[in-house]
């Protein structure tokens, strides 16, 4: 039950990153981190990105989710909490990789 929940949520959060991206650097709204705060071009990239990984694996969480409410299998509340990290943390990682990849391109990377 918890990956349907947590995958209708981030769809939804991923659906607000692709249509209605935050304009700036917002303290409670967008994709946030130190990568993603260098320029306005990093800001918008990140919003994109990380709104399209939020999309992709909130939809395959609530698919994961729905399948298993479906055959029943829904008491295995501390088995999906722990791996519940792992559809979770490619979205950060992906997001991170393209913005690494846009400062290898601009060469804001060079010391």
């Not at 918890?2 to 409670?28: H, Q």
């Not at 008491?75 to 400062?103: C, R, S």
Request: aromatic fraction near 16%; proline fraction near 5%.
């Amino acid at each position: 039950m918890i990956f349907l929940v947590v995958g209708v949520f981030l769809t939804i959060l991923g659906c607000l990153f692709l249509f209605i991206p935050s304009k700036g650097n917002l303290p409670f709204y967008g994709y946030h981190s130190p990568r993603a705060t260098k320029s306005d071009v990093h800001w918008r990239l990140a919003q994109k990105t990380s709104g399209k990984y939020f999309f992709i694996f909130g939809l395959l969480m609530a698919l994961i989710g729905y399948l298993l409410k479906l055959t029943g299998q829904t008491n295995y509340f501390i088995i999906e909490m722990l791996v519940l990290v792992f559809p979770i943390m490619p979205i950060f990682i992906l997001t991170e990789k393209k913005l690494q990849e846009l400062d290898d391109s601009i060469g804001g990377n060079k010391k």
